[in-house]
């Protein structure tokens, strides 16, 4: 019996060989893995590819660990102000000041000649009374995450924000801003995805959700072996290809939540501002006193998920401890139902704490 693999897998070796980059290398080994014959006859072959996979992913991540080590030579990150974080990128002449002086009102120089803006910008944008700061990061280019134009530095801004906002001219500009971002390990175009692998005390390798597995068991093993686990339990909640697995298990990557914005295709208003605080992943909820109208001037802003335990530990150290129930109008069944510590709280509830 042959191996017989098709044409795809002809090609996607053609350019294994020819790659020069780890990255590239990468990219077609995997091609070659997905199209290599999956039978008896071809378990050698698809073993020495997955064999090389791992050791070429081991290489690109020091490659990626050693970046982000050489940036710390200076830094140019911007000290964390407000509820949250967000960076401005773009190619040169994107529009980046223009959007940071539009939202925030912040005065920085908006010109039709490229880079313009030659350090981090910072505005602060008002939504509901949420305080985001925004943060231009200076122009990146193709090249960046090789260091081009500071590129470094602009990165690790980008890596140590909240989130980002991606201005692009162009589909081409974008792209290409994806892929310097993804060079660095920081991913915007796709979620984390949910495959959860801890270790435990216990022998083997046991699996939660298997229906989402889509390779054999065994082979699952057999990854996790390479990586020298030997006791783990498994959780998928999605699709798992080996790709996926091994995504998974990267602890350099970095996933951001992206707006992505077409230079001329925004407007300022509502909506925009909306989408931009949604990047947090926060809400906004207001306290009040009993008998007293709720403080609109003064929101809570809290991580998506608080209880009120949360919004206690906010209010005052010693209330939390002694709290007995609070009122809750928004996300309880009925306006100024009773609800206890462990309620969550939903955007723009109004809280009445007692204790
Ligand atoms: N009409 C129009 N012009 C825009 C828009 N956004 C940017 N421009 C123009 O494009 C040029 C560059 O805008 P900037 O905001 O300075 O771009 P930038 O991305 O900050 O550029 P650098 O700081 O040089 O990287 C300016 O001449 C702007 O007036 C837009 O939405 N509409
Ligand atoms: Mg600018």
Redesign the pocket.
């Known amino acids: 019996m042959t191996t017989n693999p098709g044409p795809e897998f002809f090609n996607a070796q053609d350019k294994y060989q020819a790659a020069k980059t780890p990255e590239e290398k990468l990219r077609w080994l995997e091609e070659m893995y997905k199209n290599a014959p999956k039978h008896k006859a071809s378990e050698k072959l698809v073993a020495e590819i997955t064999y090389k996979i791992s050791k070429l992913k081991q290489e690109v991540e020091k490659q990626k660990e050693q970046a982000k080590k050489k940036g710390g030579g200076y830094s140019l990150n911007v000290k964390k102000d407000g509820d949250g974080q967000i960076a401005i990128i773009?190619?040169?002449?994107?529009?980046?000041?223009?959007?940071l002086k539009t939202i925030t009102g912040v005065e920085v120089?908006?010109?039709?000649?490229?880079?313009?803006?030659t350090k981090p910008e910072v505005g602060m944008m008002d939504y509901k009374g949420a305080k985001v700061q925004l943060v231009?990061v200076?122009?990146l280019i193709g090249g960046s995450s090789q260091g081009k134009a500071n590129g470094t530095q602009l990165l690790s801004l980008c890596r140590n924000a909240d989130a980002l906002i991606l201005?692009h001219r162009t589909g081409e500009e974008k792209q290409a801003i994806i892929k310097e971002l993804s060079n660095v390990g920081i991913i915007v175009e796709r979620k984390k995805p949910r495959i959860f692998v801890q270790d435990t005390e216990f022998n083997g390798i046991t699996i939660g959700g298997k229906q989402f597995l889509q390779m054999p068991e065994k082979e699952l093993a057999e990854i996790l072996k390479q990586m020298h686990i030997f006791k783990a339990s498994v959780l998928l909640e999605e699709p798992t290809t080996r790709e996926k697995l091994l995504e998974a298990m990267d602890k350099t990557l970095d996933y951001k939540n992206c707006l992505f914005l077409s230079?001329?295709g925004?407007k300022n208003d509502e909506g925009l501002a909306k989408s931009i605080f949604s990047l947090l992943e926060k809400i906004i909820v207001y306290t009040k006193k009993p008998g007293n109208e709720p403080d609109y001037s003064d929101p809570l802003v809290l991580a998506k998920g608080a209880t009120i335990s949360d919004v206690a530990q906010f209010v005052h150290k010693d209330i939390a401890q002694n709290l007995k129930y609070a009122r809750v109008w928004g996300s309880a069944k009925f306006p100024g139902q009773r609800v206890s510590k462990d309620h969550m709280l939903q955007d723009g509830d109004i809280i009445e704490i007692s204790a």
């Not at 773009?90 to 959007?99: A, D, E, Q, T, V």
């Not at 120089?109 to 803006?117: I, N």
């Open positions: 773009g190619m040169p002449n994107s529009g980046k000041s223009l959007l120089e908006v010109a039709p000649y490229p880079f313009t803006t231009e200076p122009a201005l230079t001329f925004w």
